[in-house]
């Protein structure tokens, strides 16, 4: 099987076991603390992830094996939490095993229903990104 939807299907299987939302959010939370801080000269290298209510920067390597790396900072807590679920999935995987994975984990893990209109329309503008980059690494 694809080890980036294996990864995501782990993340669902953990968050359907939290039934209540706040849960779901104080997970995230505790997500958001294992993304590791992107330094201020990172920062200024890294590509602006458009389209996302909150700041959002991305670094994106290719690692000799052919996987991408992907390293994630925003100035946003919750947001935090959702790139490390994000780089959990995508990070250390190769362009094809990226790009053959939907993100569908919000909808599927009941994050949809935590999160406003504006900050889903900033979860999809960050999957196509990373899309976007395994797709240039092919």
């Given at each position: 099987?694809?080890?980036?939807?294996?990864?995501?299907?782990a993340?669902?299987?953990?968050?359907?076991?939290l039934?209540d939302?706040f849960?779901?959010y104080?997970?995230?939370?505790?997500?958001?603390a294992?993304l590791p801080?992107?330094?201020e000269?990172?920062?200024k290298?890294a590509?602006?992830v458009e389209?996302?209510?909150?700041s959002?920067?991305?670094i994106?390597?290719r690692?000799?094996?052919?996987?991408?790396?992907?390293?994630?900072?925003s100035?946003?807590?919750?947001?935090?939490?959702?790139l490390r679920?994000?780089?959990?999935?995508?990070?250390?995987?190769?362009?094809a095993?990226?790009?053959?994975?939907?993100?569908?984990?919000?909808?599927?893990?009941?994050?949809d229903?935590l999160?406003?209109a504006q900050?889903r329309?900033?979860?999809?503008?960050i999957?196509?990104?990373?899309?976007?980059?395994a797709e240039?690494?092919?």
């Open positions: 099987m694809n080890p980036a939807c294996e990864a995501q299907d993340l669902v299987a953990d968050f359907e076991e039934d939302p849960f779901r104080e997970y995230l939370l505790g997500l958001a294992e801080v992107m330094s000269k990172d920062k290298r590509a602006k389209g996302c209510q909150s959002v920067w991305m994106v390597e690692n000799d094996d052919g996987t991408l790396s992907f390293a994630f900072e100035d946003t807590l919750i947001v935090r939490g959702v679920v994000m780089q959990i999935v995508f990070s250390e995987r190769t362009p095993d990226i790009l053959n994975c939907p993100f569908n984990l919000p909808a599927r893990a009941g994050l229903d999160f406003e900050r329309n900033g979860m999809r503008a999957a196509s990104a990373i899309f976007t980059q240039r690494a092919r």
